[in-house]
């Protein structure tokens, strides 16, 4: 859909389509209440301010539909496509790769209760295991921090291409 679209939605197809961008209720409120936009790269702007300022009950809610990195995102949902078009890279890495990956998730998850999230796209499956293996030295208030940081730059994207009429296109 296009941003003239979206803001012409209903308040509640508005909010569904918003949560397949970040499945936080009030993220999807906030930013369908923050409409019209003007440009696609101001309801981004928006969207990633509100995500920034979820509490972390609201962010465990998000975290709750996102794959693990590595996992192929089932089902025909928008969030789901949106998952695996950003994991591409990883979906193509070799099963080397993709072992340690799932080896280091479950690590993260014992130490940290989450799924590890971090914006996948234009990142190479080498970047993103190093970067979860970084990840899993911090503290736990540190790496909420950046848990929500990331899921706010992914919200960011998503909607950007959701509003531009990109959200089934291929990532460049």
């Given at each position: 859909?296009?941003?003239a679209e979206f803001n012409a939605l209903p308040v509640a197809?508005?909010?569904?389509?918003?949560?397949?961008?970040?499945?936080?209720?009030?993220?999807?409120?906030?930013?369908?209440a923050g409409r019209p936009y003007g440009?696609?790269?101001?309801?981004?702007?928006v969207?990633?301010?509100?995500?920034?300022?979820?509490?972390?009950?609201?962010v465990e809610q998000a975290l709750a539909a996102h794959p693990r990195i590595g996992e192929r995102a089932a089902g025909d949902s928008a969030e789901a496509a949106a998952s695996r078009r950003e994991q591409a890279s990883v979906a193509a890495a070799g099963?080397?790769?993709?072992?340690?990956?799932?080896?280091a998730n479950r690590a993260y998850e014992e130490r940290f209760g989450h799924v590890?999230?971090?914006?996948?796209?234009?990142?190479?499956?080498?970047?993103?295991l190093a970067e979860l293996r970084r990840r899993l030295g911090r503290e736990p208030a540190a790496e909420r921090a950046e848990t929500t940081r990331q899921l706010a730059e992914i919200t960011?994207?998503?909607?950007?291409?959701?509003?531009a009429g990109q959200a089934g296109e291929p990532a460049p």
């Amino acid at each position: 859909m296009g941003l003239a679209e979206f803001n012409a939605l209903p308040v509640a197809a508005a909010e569904e389509a918003l949560r397949s961008c970040n499945a936080a209720l009030r993220f999807a409120r906030e930013v369908a209440a923050g409409r019209p936009y003007g440009d696609p790269a101001a309801a981004a702007a928006v969207a990633e301010r509100v995500a920034l300022g979820l509490a972390w009950p609201e962010v465990e809610q998000a975290l709750a539909a996102h794959p693990r990195i590595g996992e192929r995102a089932a089902g025909d949902s928008a969030e789901a496509a949106a998952s695996r078009r950003e994991q591409a890279s990883v979906a193509a890495a070799g099963e080397g790769v993709r072992a340690e990956l799932a080896a280091a998730n479950r690590a993260y998850e014992e130490r940290f209760g989450h799924v590890f999230l971090i914006r996948a796209a234009g990142r190479e499956p080498a970047e993103i295991l190093a970067e979860l293996r970084r990840r899993l030295g911090r503290e736990p208030a540190a790496e909420r921090a950046e848990t929500t940081r990331q899921l706010a730059e992914i919200t960011r994207l998503r909607v950007e291409r959701l509003v531009a009429g990109q959200a089934g296109e291929p990532a460049p």
